[in-house]
Every structure is written in structure tokens, then in C-alpha cells.
């Protein structure tokens, strides 16, 4: 984790409480790490974490699914950190979904301690395009001076929130606090105008005001679905979508959800869907990715809300072969990529060697985890 700060803040978001993530579940796996880098919860009851008794949807499907409630969210105001804009925002302590390699059987995280459920999203500081990748974020918290908790936030995907960084994080005291977060350089391939870019460490900080009327609002702001609807097929209203991230003072943000399949150059090699993703496939010939050849474009995303899918293992096998690519694109944003000649009458299938590896709110931890290859034809 990289230390030192940048207290530059950047276009101001308008402040609002409105509806995000589903939650509920069980059994524990915290993200905080004392100084030995060894995780430290204090393990209290249940019944002492506010939001903790929420219904939950017995026997949910293996598809994504509507959740039982949508919890409220308060948001602070973006910063800046190097190149990239954040964007903190919290809400209810909730159970999420941790992935663990190409096990299909996600970890659940609870809650031990009273708290909020911390967030961040990502946006490229220049374009306002989002950042849907693991970026190794670190934050520590601090009050009067002294450290009071450390951690990595879960890259994750959420029905309202899309891709974010987020966490349970303990406040036990009523007070300000300073939180310093970090971003480390991007791991994944960086394309046109993102060439080059993202290479550097940046941290930011900013303060805010906590107290237990602030845990008790939340909770009290929880609205629930009619019941005959938990567990239906759907995905509840992405927050990005008719107000909040899209209305970023300047431009800054756009909505969670990637482009249509038809918004892409090329050839569309149809929409394909495994475990509930959905696959949007296309050729582009004579790409500036490809040079003389063609470019396969894989883009991988969450039906209804169009979230993208990050961090998965994708290769090729038929009359192709080869590494799909995960790649951030200043034009084609997340999706994955291999140089391949593609003619008509060819036969491949898109193998999933490993679902994506992200954490999971309510509604969505039940889906993209044992993902069939999908078989593509060009016409």
C-alpha cells in the first residue's frame, strides 16, 4: 500500500440518498489486517450489527434474481488520486460473496462489528470513462490521528452500484474521520488512448462525519420489495441510470452499465449467454488492435444492468485458438481480445477457465459461477 496523499478533490457530486445494493447471508471473511497483516475482526453478536436481520429469499435460483430490499446510500464528494476520479459512498453493513479461484462455491463475508458498508467507483480523472478492474485499492482510517483500521476493499458487482470497491467497515465512535486511500498501477492491457497511462501509484484522503444516527437512518431508510417478488428473475434499478452518477458536475461519470451489443464497430457474431452472462461477440477487421487481421471482441456482462465482468480466465478452441485478453480500450472499454483470421463457416467456442473473479452482492452471488463455453459460428 502506497502512502502519502493528494487532497486535490474533484468535480463535486450533488449529495443524495437513493436506493443501492441487496444484501443478507451468513458466515464470515473480513478484508481488515492489523499491523502483523493478520485479519483482527472483533466477532460481536449478530443482533448488534444494524441491518443484520434483513429477510433474505430462501432457495434462490441459480440465475440472477431480485433481492429482498434496496438499502440507501450517502454519497461524499469525488477526489481525486493521480490520473483517476473516486467516487466514496456508503451505506448499511451487508453480506457479500467472495470468489476464490475456479471454485464455484463463493466464501460469504458478513459483518462482525457496527459500521457502514464503505464504496468506491473509479473513473478515468480525463475521459470520465469507468475503470471496471482490480486496482489493488488500499484504505486506512483514521481519527484523531491514530489508525483505527486498515484494509483492501473487494473489487465486486452489485445490482445497483455495478462494478465498485467495497467493504464492512467498523465505526465503533462518533467523531471525524480521515481516510486515505490508494490505488496502484493497472495490471491489465491498456489500449488507444489508455496506452501508456495508469502506470503510476496515487493516494488521496478525505474526511467525513460519523455518528450512530447516521447507522440508524440508513436502516430506517431501507425500503422492501412486495414479497411475491423476491427471488423472481431481474435485477433491481441500476443506480446509474436516471440520476446520481450521471449527474457528476462537468460530465464526469457515466451510468454503470456498458454499451449495447449493437454499439460496437464490427461484425456482430451474436449475443451469447453462460450461467447468465451474457456475451456480446464481434469481429473488427482491420482494427487498430489487429493490424491486417481481425480482432475478436469479447464483452462479458451481467444481463438487465449490463455490468460488466471483469477479471475472468477466456480462451479460444476450434478453427481459432488462442488467450482472450482482458483489455481496457479508450473507445471499446472493458472486454477481452485476441488477434485471430477469422473467414466465414469457421467454429469456435469461448471456454471459461475461470468465472470472474469479483465479490457479489445479494442477487447476483448465485450466477457466473459454473460457465459452459459458449459456441460461436461466423457467418
Given at each position: 500500500m502506497q502512502h502519502g496523499t493528494d487532497d486535490t478533490a474533484a468535480?463535486?457530486?450533488?449529495?443524495?440518498?437513493?436506493?443501492?445494493a441487496g444484501t443478507a447471508a451468513t458466515a464470515g471473511l473480513a478484508g481488515c489486517f492489523g499491523d502483523d497483516g493478520e485479519s483482527t475482526p472483533e466477532v460481536i453478536s449478530e443482533n448488534d450489527v444494524p441491518g443484520s436481520g434483513a429477510p433474505e429469499v430462501e432457495n434462490p435460483p441459480d440465475a440472477v434474481y431480485?433481492?429482498?430490499?434496496?438499502?440507501?446510500?450517502?454519497?461524499?464528494?469525488?477526489?481525486?488520486?493521480?490520473?483517476?476520479?473516486?467516487?466514496?459512498?456508503?451505506?448499511?453493513?451487508?453480506?457479500?460473496?467472495l470468489m476464490r479461484g475456479n471454485d464455484d462455491q463463493p466464501v460469504l463475508n458478513e459483518p462482525d462489528s457496527p459500521g457502514l458498508h464503505f464504496m468506491f467507483a473509479v473513473w478515468d480523472g480525463e475521459t470520465g470513462a469507468m475503470i471496471p478492474v482490480d486496482l489493488g485499492l488500499g484504505m486506512t482510517v483514521r481519527r484523531d490521528g491514530q489508525r483505527v483500521d486498515r484494509r483492501r476493499p473487494w473489487p465486486m458487482i452489485s445490482q445497483r452500484m455495478g462494478f465498485h470497491f467495497g467493504d464492512n467497515v467498523p465505526f465503533v465512535e462518533s467523531g471525524t474521520y480521515t481516510v486515505e486511500v490508494s490505488v496502484a498501477p493497472i495490471g491489465a492491457r491498456k489500449t488507444g488512448g489508455f496506452s501508456g497511462r495508469f502506470e503510476e501509484s496515487a493516494?488521496?484522503?478525505?474526511?467525513?462525519?460519523?455518528?450512530?444516527?447516521?447507522?440508524?437512518?440508513?436502516?430506517?431508510?431501507?425500503?422492501?420489495?412486495?414479497?411475491?417478488?423476491?427471488?423472481?428473475?431481474?435485477?433491481?434499478?441500476?443506480?446509474?441510470?436516471?440520476?446520481?452518477?450521471?449527474?457528476?458536475?462537468?460530465?464526469?461519470?457515466?451510468?454503470?452499465?456498458?454499451?449495447?451489443?449493437?454499439?460496437?464497430?464490427?461484425?456482430?457474431?451474436?449475443?451469447?449467454?453462460?450461467?447468465?452472462?451474457?456475451?456480446v461477440v464481434r469481429s473488427l477487421s482491420g482494427s487498430r488492435l489487429a493490424g491486417d487481421g481481425d480482432y475478436l471482441f469479447?464483452?462479458?456482462?451481467?444481463?438487465?444492468?449490463?455490468?460488466?465482468?471483469?477479471?475472468?480466465?477466456?480462451?479460444?478452441?476450434?478453427?481459432?485458438?488462442?488467450?482472450?485478453?482482458?483489455?481496457?480500450?479508450?473507445?471499446?472499454?472493458?472486454?477481452?481480445?485476441?488477434?485471430?483470421?477469422?473467414?466465414?463457416?469457421?467454429?469456435?467456442?469461448?471456454?471459461?477457465?475461470?468465472?470472474?473473479?469479483?465479490?457479489?452482492?445479494?442477487?447476483?452471488?448465485?450466477a457466473f459461477l459454473d460457465m459452459p463455453p459458449v459456441t460461436v459460428e461466423v457467418d
Open positions: 468535480n463535486r457530486l450533488s449529495r443524495r440518498a437513493f436506493l443501492a431480485l433481492p429482498t430490499h434496496e438499502a440507501p446510500v450517502r454519497m461524499l464528494e469525488t477526489v481525486r488520486a493521480g490520473e483517476y476520479v473516486l467516487l466514496p459512498h456508503f451505506t448499511t453493513q451487508h453480506q457479500f460473496w493516494t488521496t484522503t478525505f474526511t467525513f462525519e460519523f455518528d450512530r444516527e447516521i447507522e440508524a437512518q440508513l436502516v430506517g431508510e431501507i425500503e422492501y420489495l412486495d414479497e411475491e417478488r423476491w427471488g423472481e428473475p431481474g435485477a433491481l434499478e441500476p443506480m446509474g441510470h436516471g440520476g446520481g452518477m450521471d449527474e457528476m458536475d462537468g460530465g464526469m461519470g457515466p451510468g454503470i452499465g456498458l454499451p449495447a451489443p449493437d454499439s460496437y464497430p464490427g461484425t456482430s457474431l451474436g449475443v451469447h449467454t453462460s450461467d447468465g452472462a451474457e456475451f469479447v464483452s462479458p456482462r451481467t444481463p438487465y444492468n449490463r455490468v460488466p465482468l471483469p477479471d475472468m480466465s477466456l480462451s479460444v478452441e476450434g478453427d481459432i485458438g488462442g488467450k482472450l485478453t482482458q483489455t481496457i480500450d479508450s473507445e471499446l472499454g472493458h472486454h477481452y481480445g485476441l488477434t485471430a483470421d477469422l473467414a466465414a463457416g469457421d467454429t469456435f467456442d469461448i471456454v471459461v477457465e475461470s468465472p470472474p473473479q469479483v465479490a457479489r452482492h445479494r442477487g447476483y452471488e448465485t
